[in-house]
Nanobody, 119 residues
Framework: QVRLVESGGGSVQTGGSLRLSCAGS????????MGWFRQAPGKEREGVAV????????DYAETVKGRFTISQVNANNTLHLQMNDLKPEDTGVYYC????????????WGQGTQVTVSS
């Protein structure tokens, strides 16, 4: 059973930074696509950032480009999302995802970690 556990969420003021982490377990194979998705209050879940083990390519939502950086280590058992210059619109529950289809969705999800950005 694939298990993804997020950590690092919290509350910050506009312009602040947070670093999210995801620990994966329950699988021995490597997912090519892993990433972060978020769901803001009253909005649908959206892809934030994904990374591909093969080639190391990354993709980001237009709203976070230049501010967020995704990275992975330990054969995709560990995933990070460095978030800088946070804005109120970044507020939401952030989910770690494995076996994603780019920014469109994924097959496996963590329980999520809350990120709140106040102005």
């Amino acid at each position: 059973q694939v298990r993804l556990v997020e950590s690092g969420g919290g509350s910050v003021q506009t312009g602040g930074s947070l670093r999210l982490s995801c620990a994966g377990s329950g699988y021995t194979y490597e997912f090519n696509c892993m990433g972060w998705f978020r769901q803001a209050p009253g909005k649908e879940r959206e892809g934030v950032a994904v990374i591909f083990a093969i080639g190391g390519a990354t993709d980001y939502a237009e709203t976070v480009k230049g501010r967020f950086t995704i990275s992975q280590v330990n054969a995709n058992n560990t995933l990070h999302l460095q978030m800088n210059d946070l804005k109120p619109e970044d507020t939401g529950v952030y989910y770690c995802a494995a076996d994603c289809v780019g920014l469109r969705g994924a097959q496996n999800w963590g329980q999520g970690t809350q990120v709140t950005v106040s102005s």
